[in-house]
Each structure stands twice: as structure tokens, then as C-alpha cells.
């Protein structure tokens, strides 16, 4: 089993930056993608960007596209979402998963709210 603490969130005026971070633990040799994904208020759950533990493949939802980067850290587990260019429409709560061959573990999920 594949534990996931996100952190990172908070507060942001419009046309800001934020970096979230998630670190997994537990069964960590299973992981072979990590990745983040958000649900805005009132919305279903959307991809944001997925990345391979190994090669460092990335993949973005539409969303966000132009304005994140996700990157990993392999050494310590960890896997950092940058956010540029902040919306109000990015609002939301930021969950981490880790897909491997047992299915997806989801975090708790961070709050991302952007407004002035």
C-alpha cells in the first residue's frame, strides 16, 4: 500500500505561482507513475499532469497545460506539481495519486484557491 501526503496549497492572488509537493511512502517499489489531479468546485475530478518514475515521461490534462510543470524526485519519493499564471477557474482541491500495478492510491488532496 502506497501512503501520499500533498502539501503545498493555500491561498494565491491571480497571476501567481505555487508549487505543490507530494511525498509517497510505503510500498513505493509497485510506483511506476505518479501524478496530480484537481476537482473545482462543483466539478468531476480532471487530469492535470502525470509523470513515469522511471524515464520521467510527463503527461498534461488540457486544463493547465502551458502553465505546469510536473517533476520528480526519486530520491526522496517525492513528486512537485509548479503552477505559473494562476486563475480563479484553477480553484480547486489538488490530489495526488500514484498509479502501479495494484490500481491508483489517491491522497488526501490539497486546497488550491486563487483569488484576490
Known amino acids: 500500500q502506497v501512503q501520499l501526503v500533498e502539501s503545498g496549497g493555500g491561498l494565491v492572488q491571480p497571476g501567481g505561482s505555487l508549487r505543490l509537493s507530494c511525498a509517497a511512502s510505503?510500498?513505493?517499489?509497485?510506483?511506476?507513475?505518479m501524478g496530480w489531479y484537481r476537482r473545482p468546485p462543483g466539478k468531476q475530478r480532471e487530469l492535470v499532469a502525470t509523470?513515469?518514475?522511471?524515464?520521467?515521461?510527463?503527461n498534461y490534462g488540457d486544463s493547465m497545460k502551458v502553465r505546469v510543470t510536473i517533476s520528480r524526485d526519486n530520491t526522496k519519493n517525492t513528486v512537485y506539481l509548479q503552477m505559473i499564471s494562476l486563475k480563479p477557474e484553477d480553484t480547486a482541491v489538488y490530489f495526488c495519486?500514484?498509479?502501479?500495478?495494484?490500481?491508483?492510491?489517491w491522497g488526501q488532496g490539497t486546497q488550491v484557491t486563487v483569488s484576490s
Open positions: 509523470i513515469t518514475k522511471d524515464d520521467g515521461m510527463t
Open positions: 495519486a500514484s498509479m502501479g500495478p495494484g490500481g491508483t492510491s
Open positions: 510505503g510500498s513505493i517499489f509497485s510506483i511506476y507513475a
